[in-house]
């Protein structure tokens, strides 16, 4: 069954480093999201992708965060100066197609721990 | 985006049927009600989805309010590896806004 994948699967780095956050969406999907889970509060929204260019954001994803497509598989989002608040599971998600309907599932990783220190 | 209200807290024994609730009264008509569930150290899961008539999937039921102000996800026969946070979530424009969810028990 097909999945989506998330590299890696915890990264360590130190406050105003820059990070990636890598996600491989399921092949035929076309919609493609990030969320983040701070250790034990909700999954918060706070990305979505479309055709190259994104499709709505959060207040949370403010200058700091861009996302990126790089080949026809990738999928990544990055923390351009890592804050300690950004400590959070990361989750990528993909969709095989979005419309006003909302009447696909999305699909999740398995996610990217995130520690700043 | 709608709101949504999910008891915090549900026990069930193994074997046994589920019913979770959600309320989702602002939920716009053309909306789908989408169910997901996050079992521990996992990402979420999709679980089910439907617009208006009650859904059956391999995983769950659904059954939807015919007005659609609410809707019951069904576990016909509860397992200890149903135990998980089990979210309520009408998209808008495809963004998931989880709640706190139901934390579902299950007892062997």
């Known amino acids: 069954e097909p999945e989506v994948t998330q590299t890696p699967s915890h990264q360590v780095t130190q406050m105003g480093q820059e990070v990636i956050l890598r996600c491989v969406p399921i092949?035929?999907?076309?919609?493609f999201y990030w969320y983040r889970q701070i250790l034990g509060q909700k999954v918060e929204f706070l990305v979505s992708f479309y055709n190259n260019e994104i499709s709505e954001k959060s207040e949370i994803f403010d200058d700091q965060f861009s996302v990126e497509r790089p080949d026809g598989s990738n999928f990544t989002l990055k923390i351009r100066s890592t804050k300690l608040e950004d400590s959070a599971m990361y989750f990528c998600?993909?969709?095989?197609?979005?419309?006003?309907?909302?009447?696909?599932?999305?699909?999740f990783g398995p996610g990217t721990r995130l520690t700043v220190t | 985006d709608a709101k949504t209200t999910q008891p915090n807290s549900m026990e069930s024994n193994e074997e046994e049927p589920v019913h979770l609730p959600c309320n989702h009264s602002t939920i716009s008509g053309t909306d789908y009600i989408h169910w997901y569930r996050q079992l521990p150290s996992q990402g979420p899961e999709y679980v089910i989805h439907?617009?208006?008539s009650n859904v059956n999937n391999r995983m769950a039921s659904l059954a939807i309010a015919e007005d659609r102000k609410s809707s019951t996800l069904i576990l016909h026969r509860a397992t200890l590896r149903d135990a998980a946070v089990y979210y309520c979530s009408p998209p808008f424009y495809g963004k998931l806004t989880f709640g706190q969810g139901t934390i579902l028990t299950v007892h062997p």
């Open positions: 439907g617009l208006t």
């Open positions: 998600a993909s969709s095989e197609i979005r419309d006003y309907l909302s009447s696909y599932e999305q699909y």
């Open positions: 092949s035929n999907h076309l919609y």
